[in-house]
C-alpha cells in the first residue's frame, strides 16, 4: 500500500536527498515548507547548501511535470508533490498563524481524506502535534547508523 510522507522542512535541511528516500511512495511537501527552504538558501553552511540543493532539484522536477499534481522521481519510482493549500485546522485548537502548524495541517487533512499518510520531521514539538492528531507521525532517521550491521 502506497503511503504519503508530509515532510517537515527540517527534514530537507538535514538531508538534502530525503525526497528520494521514501521508496515508490508519494512525498509531499506543504508550500510553507518552501517557502521555509527560500530563508535558509543564502546561508553559507550546510543548512544553506541542503536548502539550496532541494530548491534546485525541485525546480528540475518541475520541469519535468506538474509539481502540483505530483512528479515521478526517477531513482525510486515515487512521486513529489508541492500542496499549495494549508488544510483546515478548524477543531484541534492549534493556531494556523503558526507555520509548524500548517505544514502539519497537510497531513491532517489528508488522513481526515482516508489517505495513508505519515508526518515526517525532526522537531519534536510538531511530532507531538501530529500524534496528538491521530497522524502517524516518525522522525526521520535514514542517516543513523544501525551497529549490527557494521560488525558481523
Known sequence: MKKSFVLDTN?????AAALEAFADNEVV?????VEELDQFKTL??????NARYVVRELDRLRTAGNLR????????GGTVRVVLQPGSLEGTGLSPAITDNRIISVALELHRKGVHVVFV??????RIKSDALGIR???????KVDIDTLYS
Open 29 to 33: 511537501i506543504p508550500i510553507d515548507v
Open 69 to 76: 499534481e505530483g512528479v515521478p522521481l526517477e531513482h525510486t
Open 137 to 143: 507521525t516518525e522522525d526521520f532517521e535514514q542517516q
Open 11 to 15: 527534514v530537507l535541511l538535514h538531508n
Open 121 to 126: 520531521s525532526k522537531d519534536m514539538n510538531a
Open 44 to 49: 553559507s553552511n550546510e543548512l544553506g547548501r
